[in-house]
């Protein structure tokens, strides 16, 4: 509930704010997929924040979309909501700062 500091290269200063709103996006799109129980789109959107968080200094977001990724191939909607829930606690905390 308290500010999370992330420490971001100062080269992706004009790039960061699109990623960020794309995982904004990523939030509704887990969300709609919850919704029709559509376990593969729940198991990609996992996978892509897997491996594109640690590319822009989000190690958390790589450790949530992993935790998406295999609650979605193992149908675990609790650990799915769960994951979304931590995902969008984590981006409502962040501020960023650039080195």
Do not use: W
């Not at 990523?26 to 129980?37: G, I, N, P, R, W």
């Not at 968080?53 to 149908?75: D, S």
């Not at 909607?77 to 931590?86: F, P, Q």
């Amino acid at each position: 509930t308290g500010k999370i500091i992330v420490k971001v290269d100062k080269d992706l200063k004009d790039i960061l704010p699109g990623y960020l709103q794309s995982r904004h996006e990523d939030l509704m799109a887990l969300s709609s997929a919850v919704e029709k129980t559509d376990y593969e789109s729940i198991r990609v959107l996992g996978h892509s924040m897997k491996g594109s968080g640690g590319g822009y200094g989000f190690n958390k977001i790589t450790g949530i979309g992993k935790q998406i990724e295999m609650a979605a191939r193992n149908q675990d909607l609790t650990a799915i909501r769960a994951g979304i829930d931590e995902l969008s606690q984590y981006l409502s905390c962040i501020t960023i700062i650039y080195e």
